[in-house]
């Protein structure tokens, strides 16, 4: 059983940073690529960013690239999310996700979810 469990969301002012971070548990971590979606309200679901399996490849979306770092501690089974240059939309419900491509963009690429951590940036 795989869980992925977020953390570190919050709520700060707009210029402010946020890290999130995604604890794994259920298979051998450092074997799989992991990524970042968001959810903003009324909205769907979007991609953030993913790293390959090592750490040694990354991939943003255009709208955080500059601001938002994806890393990982395979010794500690997390995967973080560095957010700097926060914005109000930014705004959402972050979720890490786990599958077995990279690099990958989609939801239906990744098999298993955490349970998301807000995320709310103030003007």
């Not at 402010?16 to 992991?34: D, V």
């Not at 991609?47 to 040694?56: L, M, N, R, S, T």
């Not at 500690?76 to 890490?96: G, H, R």
Request: charged share 15%; glycine share 12%.
């Amino acid at each position: 059983q795989v869980q992925l469990v977020e953390s570190g969301g919050g709520l700060v002012q707009a210029g402010g940073s946020l890290r999130l971070s995604c604890a794994a548990s259920g298979r051998t971590f450092s074997n799989y690529p992991m990524g970042w979606f968001r959810q903003a309200p009324g909205k769907e679901r979007e991609f953030v960013a993913c790293i390959v399996w090592d750490g040694g490849s990354t991939y943003y979306t255009d709208s955080v690239k500059g601001r938002f770092t994806i890393s990982r501690d395979n010794a500690k089974n997390t995967v973080y999310l560095q957010m700097n240059s926060l914005k109000p939309e930014d705004t959402a419900i972050y979720y890490c996700a786990t599958g077995s491509i990279y690099p990958a963009v989609r939801e239906i690429q990744y098999q298993y979810w955490g349970q998301g951590t807000q995320v709310t940036v103030s003007s």
